[in-house]
């Protein structure tokens, strides 16, 4: 029979279309509107997963995002997802679902054997039993028992979905379209608002698509058609919100119709000025034997797949509950055919509930519980009994509990505000939150209909008014609030079997009195012990009752108990979704000098630089890098060579008091610096660690040009412009990237000025017009070019700077003209080859660590005026004279290399430990023939010559080296003056 | 040109044969620059950053407390400018060669921009005739508000190309 247990009317699904979908390959049919579980009940499936530790036969629980049993693969192939709860699933034709963590089937699961070992399995049994017998112990089983217990396999394949990224704006949100959220969007539109409305589920309306009732059906057809009507409220359906964060943002996860082109999910970053939160409540289990049994249900989950979808999830029922909510579910479903038993655990009724229940035929139990329930793979009976009468069994199929409910408290506690315990509801509700936050209906406690639409309306105006002082809106108290007064949901257990508070991690009654024997009492330490709370699920639907039994056991007020924290999200978002589409070529963007396509077509392999893509060889020069970087230096120190140094960092400085701005970053002096003549420079942070070097070069009296590392260009940028705006606001200084605006290249070799003479004869580059360290300035074909004579290879070598856009045009003719001259380009790997050569430090070596002194640089600090960084560079751990120090090493073993990152020890020594150093920077060197390195070593006493050992431990080598000075290549300077 | 479905339009097209300078005072000399200013370009500054004023080719944008950029569509303002200012009262920067200028036009485009910056544009501080300085893809970049649908977009050169495409792809 198709759908054998769908009812022939009701329910808000549309009848008239059929949708087709599998469920582990079996073909079913459901209709427009139900969700992947209802469809499931529908079609008398009551089997759908298997439990996380003991591979417990699990059924469906809930009818929302709560679901900590029916978590199903969906799609196949690289689109495979797992663990989406069925109950969250939008029906949809085509649809494919597999059930999961089961072998080889379903029905008949092999691990399912783990039961039998429950006894070892308790508690924290990972921690004392697979602890031995060797410290590496741990790392054999561990692979073993992640396949054993564990949830659904993803794909490994790339994903093949899209994922978007928005911003959104409100004057007003509203997190929840049942009635309270409802009742709040439309009284903030309604005074002028814009207003959005998110709610998770795909269609609006909370708790009042599961009444049957027709005055509340009218209720909320009345409502979604205003709301329908009102031009200034949007509506966020399948949307849920997962996390607050600071300054009114919501982290919002929308799920798209992705089968048919469009993207899968969109991740929507939400600004309100005000957020009313009306997230409503889950309703709590019970905890007694056997609870997980398929075919034990919430209340609430059973009417809502009654009155919502028309499906009936169960002929012989027992509805059990210690509260008054549960009562409209056993009558909804005595009205639908069932054969309704409700068991109360309480012992005085009010009248009303009594009436209520009489008047619909259904009989009532008091003072009784639930002592077990039989059946295996669907429930056959419950064990009953009344408060210390004999046991009763009673055959069902289907149980309905209700512990009561917990105010969905997880957005408002996400930055910090921990909500506080109501006594009379059982429950914990929002904290004291802050200004334009408001709550409405259940999620404060307010569980009557009346009640929460009320403040909801009072909510949306507060939020719309923008009245950031004014507090949430008062709880009302109902009727139904003052039956759930100081109620537990677990019952002394009585009978054998597992007791279950975490479905989804297979937590039982006893693993949390475990855990509190062994010392395990505040809450954070009992979910870490047993990982109760966790998972996909988070513990929606367990948490409280925990913290209930904790108290309990404690004999303490729940209150003093606290709750875990809450953190985002609320629930799993898709890593996708986050990344939206920045990911392939898009993963960040890429920054490309103005000779970037010169490069590619003329040979360069390039290399990322940060967000710069550089040329790191020209395959002219060899096929491989290490060929390559090595006729690249060759050529730079015989002849000459070209290399694109337009990342470096450019900064534009004006003003009066540019020179005191100057001698406040950098450590030396600027006083003194002439028009026309540009300086090497180093700063430092506060804490007296080197923040970058550069140069500046004086190009009037109150304008200069200074240069950054490419690296750490942007750190640089601000810390001026933080300082200029926070600490030294009375500087009269300007200071203004112009990264973008200079193209930038470095002609350097014996060459180079031959080269500049013929390439550029509007400038004069005799040492008697651009000494070294000069600076001169002019135009070329209309353009501004800058030419700083300026080495950083050693050799006689030019800096020339020219307009952004001329500057491709410029580099292609000073390439033709110097290409007489032997001059050719180069990249950076011969770039940081050639510094090595020199002794110049960079990025190796001011890695965040490293003090002026420890780089040899200590001589260029100024003694009399302060600067940036002076006070503190003197802290007696920064003045030790153990430090590790630049030094210099040769590689002592023709046959081998030195490598960057390894570990220096003495001669002797036992190579263990952090040793005395480490190499930064390693290049064969052409002109010396070997491998040379700077490092940092801190050996005692006159280094000089000392053989050290460069262990490498990940590459296992060890390799002899010999400490020199850092400048390997011409220490006298004869090539740099030309 | 990309179209949706609805058959709302989104134009992308380079805007070029302009120069932008900014020019920048200190703490005790931005009015004087103001006024210098408004009397090479014939029209005082905006007052609030973010604001834009425009006369004839020439558009004033407020980017900083301190900081105007000066838009010449024509091209010729940087030679008067520099000439205008008292270099001990502030200075004067160009910043073209170190920008492009895309402008975005059509129907979707305020849509699409949503996936693009996290700025508000019901957002009176984003009505047609202001512009703010703002992130895209990381980039940091300047938007300005020339009209209800279109956009003049101020972006770094290097990051020029990946940006275009970034763009272009949010609009397809």
Redesign the interface.
């Known amino acids: 029979v198709s759908q054998p247990c769908r009812l022939a009317k009701g329910g808000h699904i549309d009848r008239s279309r059929p949708m087709a979908f599998t469920f582990d390959g079996q073909r079913m049919t459901g209709f427009a509107g139900d969700t992947l579980a209802s469809a499931l009940l529908a079609n008398g499936v009551t089997l759908v997963g298997r439990s996380f530790k003991y591979h417990r036969p699990r059924g469906i629980f809930c009818a929302g995002p709560e679901e900590p049993n029916a978590l199903v693969t969906l799609r196949e192939g690289s689109a495979r997802t797992p663990n989406i709860p069925a109950t969250t699933v939008e029906l949809s034709e085509g649809l494919v679902a597999e059930s999961q963590n089961r072998w080889p089937s379903l029905r008949f699961d092999l691990q399912a054997v783990n039961s039998l070992f429950a006894p070892l399995l308790a508690a924290g049994f990972y921690y004392k039993t697979f602890m031995g017998p060797t410290r590496r112990s741990w790392m054999l089983y561990e692979p073993f028992i992640r396949r054993a217990a564990g949830l659904g396999r993803a794909s490994e394949a790339p994903d093949p979905d899209r994922y ?6 409100a004057d007003v949100t509203v997190v929840g379209a049942g009635p309270a959220g409802l009742a709040a969007a439309i009284a903030a539109a309604g005074a002028g608002a ?1 207003v959005i409305l998110i709610e998770q589920d795909f269609l609006a309306g909370g708790s009042l698509l599961a009444t049957a009732d027709p005055a509340e059906a009218a209720q909320r057809a009345a409502m979604t058609e205003r709301i329908r009507r009102l031009e200034n409220l949007k509506v966020l359906l399948r949307t849920t919100a997962f996390g607050l964060y600071d300054g009114g943002t919501l982290g919002l996860v929308e799920s798209c119709d992705h089968e048919h082109g469009q993207v899968r999910q969109v991740l929507v ?1 939400l ?1 309100a000025r005000s957020i009313v939160f009306a997230t409503g409540a889950i309703e709590r289990p019970l905890v007694f034997p056997e609870n997980d049994r398929p075919g034990v249900m919430l209340a609430s989950a059973a009417r809502a797949y009654l009155n919502r979808f028309g499906v009936l999830c169960g002929r012989r029922i027992v509805v059990a509950t210690n509260n008054d909510s549960a009562y409209r579910a056993a009558i909804d479903l005595a009205e639908a055919g069932a054969d309704v038993t409700i068991v109360d655990s309480r012992g005085k009724l009010a009248p009303t509930v009594v009436r209520m229940a009489d008047a619909h035929g259904v009989p009532v139990r008091t003072s009784t519980t639930v002592l077990k329930v039989l059946g295996r793979h669907r429930v056959k009976a419950v064990v009953l009994a009344a408060s210390g009468g004999p046991e009763e069994r009673v055959a069902a199929d289907l149980v309905c509990v209700s512990g009561g409910w917990s105010p969905t408290v997880h957005l408002t506690s996400h930055q910090g505000i921990r909500p506080r315990h109501r006594e009379d509801i059982a429950g914990f509700v929002p904290g004291a939150l802050g200004p334009c936050r408001f709550t409405a209906g259940a999620v404060g406690g307010t569980y009557d209909l009346e009640g929460a639409i009320a403040e909801g309306t009072g909510a949306g105006k507060l939020a719309a008014s923008f009245d950031g002082g004014k507090p949430s809106a008062p709880p009302v108290a109902g009727p139904l609030a003052d039956s759930l007064a100081a109620v537990s949901s677990a019952a002394p257990q009585r009978k054998s079997g597992k007791a279950f508070v975490d479905l989804q991690n297979d937590v039982t009654l006893d693993d949390v009195r475990l855990a509190r024997s062994e010392g395990y009492e505040s809450a954070e330490h009992l979910k870490r012990y047993t990982t109760l709370g966790m998972g996909t699920d988070q513990g929606k639907t367990s948490n409280v009752n925990a913290l209930s039994l904790m108290a309990g056991l404690a004999d303490a007020p729940v209150a003093q108990i606290g709750t875990t924290t809450f953190r985002p999200p609320y629930t799993p978002v898709a890593i996708g979704a986050l990344a ?3 990911v392939g ?2 993963f ?7 000779m970037h396509a010169w490069h590619l077509e003329n040979g360069a392999e390039m290399i990322e630089a940060g ?2 893509k550089r040329p790191w060889f020209y395959r002219s020069a060899g096929a491989t890098v290490a060929e390559a970087y090595i006729a690249e230096m060759r050529f730079v120190r015989e002849a000459a060579g070209i290399c694109d140094i ?1 990342t470096l960092g450019k900064i ?1 400085l ?3 008091d540019a020179v005191e701005f100057l001698n406040r970053i950098y450590v030396n002096a600027w006083s003194k610096l002439d028009i026309g003549r540009a300086r090497y420079g180093v700063m430092l942070r506060d804490d007296g660690i080197v923040l970058d070097d550069g140069t500046a070069a004086r190009l ?4 200069f040009f200074m240069t950054t590392s490419t690296a750490k260009a942007a750190d640089v940028m601000s810390w001026i412009e933080f300082l200029l705006q926070t600490a030294w ?6 200071a ?1 990237s ?5 193209a930038a290249m470095s002609i350097a070799g014996p060459n180079s000025r031959a080269i500049l003479a013929a390439a550029l004869p509007e400038f004069d580059p005799s040492s008697d017009a651009l000494p070294h360290t000069g600076v001169l300035c002019g135009e070329r074909a209309g353009r501004p070019l800058r030419i700083a004579r300026l080495s950083y290879s050693g050799e006689l070598a030019y800096e020339v700077y020219v ?3 001329a500057g491709a045009a410029t580099w292609r003719h000073i390439l033709d003209v110097g290409k007489s001259f032997g001059l050719r380009p180069y990249g950076v790997e011969a770039l940081g080859a050639l510094r090595v050569e020199k002794g110049h430090v960079a990025g190796p070596e001011i890695d965040g660590r490293t003090t002026l002194d420890d780089l040899g640089l200590g001589r260029m600090a100024k003694q009399t005026r302060p600067f940036v960084g002076s006070v503190l560079r003197q802290r007696p751990a920064l003045l030790e004279t153990q430090r590790p120090r630049l030094v210099g090493l040769e590689c002592l073993e023709p046959e081998r290399r030195l490598r960057s990152g390894a570990v220096l020890f003495d001669r002797g020594e036992p190579a263990a430990g952090h040793g005395r150093g480490r190499i930064t920077s390693v290049t064969w060197s052409p002109t010396l023939g070997k491998y040379i390195a700077l490092g940092l070593y801190g050996g005692e006493g006159d280094t000089d010559g000392r053989e050290v050992v460069a262990v490498h431990p990940i590459r296992s080598e060890s390799v002899r080296a010999r400490i020199v000075a850092p400048v390997f290549l011409d220490p006298e300077g004869k090539r740099l003056h030309g | 040109m990309a179209e949706n479905g609805a058959g709302q339009s989104f134009v992308m097209e380079e805007m070029r044969g302009w120069s932008l300078v900014q020019v920048a005072g200190w703490h005790d000399s931005v009015a004087a620059i103001e006024q210098d200013i408004a009397r090479v370009c014939g029209i005082a500054p905006p007052a609030e950053v973010g604001g834009v004023a425009v006369a004839g080719a020439i558009s004033l944008i407020r980017v900083g407390p301190g900081r105007i950029w000066l838009i010449d569509e024509v091209g010729e303002v940087f030679a008067r400018m520099a000439a205008a200012i008292d270099p001990t009262q502030g200075c004067v920067t160009p910043l073209g060669e170190g920008r492009r200028r895309f402008r975005l036009s059509g129907e979707r485009v305020p849509e699409a921009l949503k996936s693009l910056v996290a700025l508000d544009l019901a957002a009176p501080s984003l009505a047609p005739g202001r512009a703010a300085l703002t992130m895209m893809h990381r980039v940091p970049v300047l938007l300005h508000r020339v009209a209800s649908t279109t956009f003049d977009l101020y972006v770094s050169t290097t990051f020029s190309v990946s940006l275009e495409e970034w763009i272009s792809e949010a609009a397809a």
């Open positions: 978007e990224v928005r911003h959104e704006f814009q970053m600004r939206g589409r920045a070529r898009h960040r963007p890429i920054r490309r000098t103005p967000l710069w337009s534009d004006q003003g009066p009037g009296e109150h304008h606001t009375d500087l009269r200084v300007q203004t112009v990264t973008d605006d200079w307009a952004a856009s």
